[in-house]
DNA sequence: GCGACAG
DNA sequence: ATCTTGTCGC
């Protein structure tokens, strides 16, 4: 159900590190890194739209917004993925979750080889296949994606939510929790919950210094407690703003520090894994 | 040469 | 990511 878009972009494992990032500098060129829906056609986004494309995250969780409209809400997939690393070859585990107005509606998983080693900076020629593989045994077809690492907050400006967003052309936020580079605005100790910091671009970004990259994202905060949660670092992959991002992340969080998609996207994971070993 | 580095 | 006990707090 989620078809390729761009076939040419696929992640291939057996590259040379050169052509990887090369090919990563070329898909930052496709992505679109502001807001691009074609859904959230409810009335609730359409009243008062003007010409400028609204979309309220509200309808990504609100279970009443199917009966509130004669659309369905739109479908969102959280992809995490765990890994049999006692298997040789060493495999991965990746599983999608798809939820519609916060109810789970479809969980699949693939099982695939990994090809190469985790190398900061090109995780998604190492997990981009086993999750193209999960994506494939997926019956529904997702409008916004939402993938456990990085999207524009990314060296060449294309993660893994960006790498994949493009590959499908489909709405797409990396989620990730801890920061690959960038530099925050701002103080992200203890931050209340519900709001943001901007990551900024640095030297070390293939882009304009200070260009906004995405935010430091406080889902979850201690009330009155000596320890705190750390923010996740929430990026556009694509068709997708900063702000958008960080708006959709915030409002599928419910009481836990990962956005309900990803999070039990996560469990999934570790649960087929158990069930498969 | 040294540091930094999603999952 | 994964390997794991204890510990803090509601």
């Known amino acids: 159900m989620t078809e ?4 040419d972009l696929l992640p291939d494992a057996s590259l040379s590190t050169e052509e990887m990032e090369s090919l990563q500098r070329e898909i930052a060129q496709s992505a ?4 691009e829906f074609d859904i959230g056609s409810t009335p609730a986004n359409q009243a008062d739209a003007g010409n400028e494309p609204v979309f309220d995250p509200a309808v990504l969780s609100n279970p009443l917004a199917a009966t509130a409209s004669d659309a369905d809400p739109p479908i969102v997939a959280g992809v995490d993925q765990a890994f049999l690393l006692e298997d040789e070859p060493e495999r991965a585990l ?3 979750v798809a ?9 699949v998983y693939a099982i695939t080889p990994l090809e190469i080693p985790y190398i900061p900076g090109l995780l998604a020629f190492r997990e981009g ?6 994506l494939e045994e997926l019956t529904v077809d997702p409008d916004l994606f939402l993938f456990d690492g990085s999207g524009r907050i990314h060296f060449r400006q294309a993660g893994i939510a960006t790498h994949i967003g493009v590959l499908v052309d489909a709405p797409a936020i990396g989620v990730a929790k801890s920061l690959l580079c960038g530099d925050p605005a701002g103080d992200l100790e203890d931050l209340p919950a519900g709001t943001r910091v901007p990551i900024e671009a640095n030297s070390r970004v293939d882009a304009p210094d200070g260009i906004l990259l995405g935010y430091a994202v406080q889902t979850k905060q201690y009330e009155s407690s000596s320890r705190y949660v750390n923010p996740l670092y929430v990026s556009p992959g694509h068709r997708v703003g900063p702000e958008m991002a960080a708006d959709v992340v915030l409002e599928l969080s419910s009481g836990y520090k990962l956005p309900e998609p990803v999070r039990l996207a996560d469990s999934y994971a570790d649960e087929a894994k158990t069930l498969d070993s």
């Open 94 to 96: 990746s599983a999608v």
């Open 32 to 35: 679109v890194f502001e807001d």
């Open 129 to 134: 296949a086993p999750i193209l593989d999960a």
């Open 99 to 107: 939820m519609r107005g916060g109810e789970v509606i479809e969980r």
């Open 4 to 7: 390729l878009s761009r076939p």
